[in-house]
């Protein structure tokens, strides 16, 4: 059964970089799916950051697109957020997830267990 | 502000049946996209309830259905446990925001 893990730093610098990597167990991320980031600000909702089709387009949330990257290393099954110039508003739960799809939506299904980061300096 | 407008809260006794509204416009649920639902249990990431408007995944009691009409959704439970305590989460496609997946607000649910 296909297992997600966050990991990377849990406080980062106001204006630095946010960086993530999401490590895939008992899947292929190249078996046909897409993968996704989702994140949660502590007692509030979710937002979708961005979704990858590996060898396809990458999509983002317009709201974070100038400031998101994500990147897939498929030699080692894994993907990876990258977020600049961070502040308070983007400290949050981050959430990986792998997506299935059908001709009109994709939804989130697992999901990882998620990972605070915390911006402060 | 979301897209997908949820109740924030909901009750509802032990076997009682609850509902929870999701409600969109003519850009996400209006348009045709499915909606999926999600169940977060206090301190854990969230799990999948409800696919494409109204499938379960495999080991999701039937207790939890899903339904959809027009520019709404709906998830029902019935025989309320304690253990359905948590907040639920709807989700879509929007083709005004770049095609960008959106969620609920969240709703609450407390069993009484």
């Known amino acids: 059964q296909v297992q997600l893990q966050e990991s990377g730093p849990g406080l980062v610098k106001p204006s630095e970089t946010l960086s993530l990597t999401c490590s895939v167990s008992?899947?292929?991320?190249?078996?046909?799916?897409?993968w996704g980031w989702i994140r949660q600000p502590p007692g509030k909702g979710l937002e979708w950051i961005g979704s990858f089709y590996p060898g396809g387009t990458t999509y983002y949330n317009p709201s974070l697109k100038s400031r998101v990257t994500i990147s897939v290393d498929t030699s080692k099954n894994q993907f990876s957020l990258r977020l600049n110039s961070v502040t308070a508003a983007d400290t949050a739960v981050y959430y990986c997830?792998?997506?299935?799809?059908?001709?009109?939506?994709?939804?989130?299904?697992?999901w990882g267990q998620g990972t605070l980061v915390t911006v402060s300096s | 502000q979301s897209v997908l407008t949820q109740p924030p809260s909901v009750s509802g006794a032990p076997g009682q049946r609850v509902t929870i509204s999701c409600t969109g416009s003519s850009s996400n649920i209006g348009a045709g996209f499915d909606v999926h639902w999600y169940q977060q249990l206090p301190g854990t990431a969230p799990k999948l309830l409800i696919y494409?408007?109204?499938n379960r995944p495999s080991g999701v009691p039937d207790r939890f259905s899903g339904s959809k009409s027009g520019t709404s959704a709906s998830l029902a439970i019935t025989g309320l446990q304690a253990e359905d305590e948590a907040d639920y989460y709807c989700?879509?496609?929007?083709?005004?925001?770049?095609?960008?997946?959106?969620f609920g607000g969240g709703t609450k649910l407390t069993v009484l």
């Open positions: 997830a792998r997506e299935p799809y059908s001709s009109s939506t994709n939804w989130f299904d697992p």
């Open positions: 494409r408007n109204s």
């Open positions: 008992d899947y292929s991320i190249s078996g046909g799916f897409y």
């Open positions: 989700q879509s496609y929007d083709i005004n925001l770049s095609h960008s997946k959106v």
